[in-house]
């Protein structure tokens, strides 16, 4: 008698490389003690270390407070929170957005995943660019999708187009762009993006198959160095555009964004009804009533970015002047340096035992590199330094020992 409890998709979701070093980072590593230890300093993930502000607290209280009988009942979209997101992506992208081309969704977590079972059949291939969001493959996989995997160019964080154009096979059905990108910071210049458009027209002619393009922007409003974002979705109409705010109002756990048609997208009336079919057939992928209430309210914070650019500015110099090798994030709130070990586990143990917590790039698929969060406080970050420096020396020192 067969008495697997699991399914083979599942099984196979799980085993993923992703979540492997994932269980593996914040299961079994000791993580989730060590960092609330008194003098750990913990730079992993994007959480928020500062407390946040009375104004968003206050939002949120204000839309938990009943105005008629049915405020807690099921919400597909809000349309005073429609209306306020459209109007920001229109104001933030240039692009004549609809209403109607604009999905609520609970993060954009659940907008890629809506977007990559709207047009990806199973068996279908999905490219992406590595060191990617550590979740991409999972959701792939969950999907019936088959993950593609290339390297961006290691040197400028670029996309590697040349890369991409060589992995598309006729099985490819989408091509995923993060930018500005978690983890290097890089936002992907004009030029580049339209190259990439051009190849992707192409193929699709070629193959006899349209290829669509998904286009991540958790971090599109956090750019730095008054820097303009351009989005993928501006120069290939086949595109889909997911959003989350939980990065721009450092609340990960609030969940609520959004999927956006773009209005030069062909025949898009036809995809509505199928988005809003996916998300009530996926489990109510809508965001809670009370997140919908408050977006309006929401769409009104600034994301600090003065604070977030010193941040980064006092960071990076800092650890520049210690010998590492740092490319300088365009936008999002981490850091991507080199490793100065090969190993990159290595040195993020090396840290580990100076109380300074990272992420090894093997977790994004990039040996060679670790992240650095830039959501710790900067008391967090210039108490780091010495650490850093310290972790420094000794990766000379094991360095000089295995030359000898």
């Known amino acids: 008698m067969d008495e697997n409890h699991i399914s083979e998709r599942v099984a196979t979701v799980a085993a993923a490389t992703p979540f492997q070093l994932l269980f593996e980072f914040y299961r079994r590593s000791g993580y989730q003690e060590r960092r609330h230890q008194p003098g750990v300093l913990d730079f992993t993930f994007g959480d928020p270390h500062d407390p946040p502000s009375t104004a968003y607290v206050e939002i949120l209280r204000e839309a938990l407070v009943p105005q008629h009988e049915l405020w807690f009942a099921y919400r597909i979209g809000d349309p005073k929170a429609i209306e306020a997101a459209t109007e920001s992506l229109r104001r933030h992208t240039g692009l004549p957005f609809e209403a109607d081309d604009l999905h609520l969704t609970t993060g954009g977590f659940t907008a890629i995943s809506v977007a990559l079972k709207l047009v990806g059949d199973p068996g279908d291939e999905v490219v992406y660019s590595l060191p990617p969001w550590f979740l991409y493959e999972p959701i792939l996989l969950e999907a019936g999708l088959v993950p593609v995997k290339v390297s961006i160019d290691r040197t400028t964080f670029d996309l590697d187009l040349d890369a991409i154009a060589a992995a598309i096979t006729p099985r490819t059905r989408i091509v ?28 699709s002619e070629r193959n ?56 030069t997208m062909p025949d898009r009336t036809a995809l509505r009804d199928a988005i809003e079919a996916l998300q009530i057939s996926g489990g109510w992928l809508f965001p809670n009533a009370s997140m919908q209430y408050a977006l309006p309210q929401l769409e009104t914070l600034a994301f600090d970015i003065p604070l ?18 740092v490319n300088v994030p365009e936008g999002t709130f981490y850091l991507f340096p080199e490793s100065p070990l090969p190993d ?61």
């Open 208 to 263: 006899g198959r349209r290829i669509y393009l998904i286009s991540d922007e958790a971090y599109n409003r956090i750019v730095f160095d008054g820097a303009r974002f351009h989005t993928p979705v501006e120069f290939y109409p086949w595109s889909f555009l997911a959003y989350s705010y939980g990065k721009t109002l450092l609340s990960p756990g609030e969940r609520i964004g959004y999927l956006a048609v773009p209005p």
């Open 344 to 404: 990159d586990a290595e040195f993020a143990a090396i840290l580990d035992r100076e109380n300074v917590l990272v992420l090894p790039g093997r977790m994004f698929e990039t040996p060679g590199f670790f992240r650095i969060s830039l959501t710790a406080t900067m008391e967090t970050i210039e108490a780091s330094l010495p650490r850093f420096e310290a972790a420094m020396a000794r990766a000379r020192e094991l360095a000089v020992g295995a030359a000898r």
């Open 308 to 325: 977030f650019q010193r941040k980064r500015d006092v960071m990076v110099e800092a650890l520049v002047g210690m010998g590492y090798r």
């Open 176 to 203: 995923i762009v993060n930018s500005p990108n978690n983890p290097t910071g890089r936002i992907y210049p004009v030029e580049t993006l339209q190259r990439l458009a051009a190849l992707l027209e192409e193929a």
